[in-house]
């Protein structure tokens, strides 16, 4: 079956990079996504990463994927306050369609 | 960018009583729409795929009966929550798509209390 991991929690100072790591168990996840979710909000979108990549940026936002070991992460450079906020990845299975498996989330503290 | 509104944002009922929680896509069509649930936290979980025009899929685990879906048109979803009680109280977001494969849009969630 389908699971995904994330570690709970994340403190950073502001300025500092912040790394937030998923794994997953599908081999066969054809999209990786992070989303942020600020308190009692829905979830934006912030990047995405085709699974035949390694690697893709976007501003301050550096996606890696490990494929061989189902590892995926997140880093966001020069992380500002209004970072602080819960973090998902998660994955798209093979059979097409929007379902998405997503990880337990990552809530990230950003401190002055 | 895309839309999707949910409404009501935040709904307290009584023990018993069902509420309506509407998903809209409001500028694009969306013939897939899907329910989440959230807990306290916890990660999002599927509750249900919701097709327009044909009856929803429903995760396993979840109470079809208890969690009424209709997506009556293109722009629209509904959750129904049946005689809640307590432990339906939760986070429940909706999210959309404009096609099969396409991006996701999220909803801003409704939080549910039941008394």
């Known amino acids: 079956g389908e699971d995904v991991e994330q570690s709970l929690f994340l403190s950073v100072r502001e300025g500092d990079s912040s790394v937030i790591n998923c794994t997953y168990t599908d081999s066969s996840s054809t999209y990786l996504y992070w989303y942020k979710q600020e308190p009692g909000a829905g979830l934006q979108l912030l990047t995405y990463?085709?699974?035949?990549?390694d690697m893709k940026q976007d501003q301050r936002l550096t996606v890696l994927l490990n494929k061989k070991d189902k590892h995926l992460s997140l880093r966001i450079a020069d992380t500002q306050t209004g970072d602080s906020a819960i973090y998902f990845c998660?994955?798209?299975?093979?059979?097409?369609?929007?379902?998405?498996?997503f990880g337990t989330g990552t809530q990230l503290k950003v401190e002055l | 960018g895309a839309v999707v509104s949910q409404h009501p944002s935040r709904v307290i009922c009584k023990s018993g009583t069902s509420v309506k929680i509407e998903c809209r896509s409001l500028?694009?069509?969306?013939?897939?729409m899907f329910w989440y649930r959230q807990f306290p936290k916890k990660s999002l979980m599927l509750m249900a795929t919701s097709n327009e025009g044909s009856k929803a899929t429903y995760e396993q685990g979840v109470e079809k009966d208890k969690f009424l879906i209709n997506h009556a048109s293109l722009t629209l979803s509904t959750l129904t929550v049946t005689s809640a009680h307590p432990e339906d109280s939760s986070f429940y977001i909706c999210?959309?798509?404009?096609?099969?494969?396409?991006?996701?849009?999220f909803g801003e969630g409704s939080r549910l209390t039941v008394l």
């Open positions: 999210s959309a798509s404009s096609r099969d494969g396409g991006e996701l849009f």
């Open positions: 500028d694009f069509q969306a013939t897939t």
């Open positions: 990463i085709f699974s035949n990549m």
């Open positions: 998660a994955e798209r299975g093979p059979g097409g369609g929007n379902k998405l498996t």
